[in-house]
C-alpha cells in the first residue's frame, strides 16, 4: 500500500483491537503521532469530522483492497441489495 499526506496507518488494527500486521516504510520526510488505542477512541468521541474522514478514508481502502483481489482472482466486486431493500 501507498498512502499520502494526512494519512493514517494502524487505525483499523486499532479499531479492532488486533496487532498491526504490516510494517510502514517512510520514503521522504513525514510526522507521526502514536497513540493507544483508548486515546485513539478518544479522540474519534471527540471530533466527529475526524471520526468521518477516518472512517471514509478505512471504507475507500476496504473497498480498493476488494477490487484489488476481485481482479487478481477474475472476478468483480459486486453489492446485493441493499439492506431493508
Known amino acids: ?29 513525514f510526522v507521526a503521532l502514536a497513540i493507544d488505542r483508548e486515546l485513539f477512541l478518544d479522540r474519534l468521541e471527540d471530533d466527529h469530522d475526524l471520526a468521518r474522514d477516518f472512517l471514509t478514508s478505512m471504507a475507500a481502502g476496504l473497498i480498493a483492497l476488494l477490487e484489488r483481489t476481485a481482479a487478481r482472482d477474475g472476478g468483480a466486486v459486486t453489492s446485493g441489495p441493499a439492506r431493508g431493500a
Open 1 to 29: 500500500f501507498t498512502f499520502g499526506v494526512g494519512s493514517s496507518v494502524g487505525g483499523l488494527c486499532a479499531l479492532g483491537d488486533v496487532p498491526r500486521r504490516y510494517t510502514a516504510t517512510v520514503h521522504g520526510g
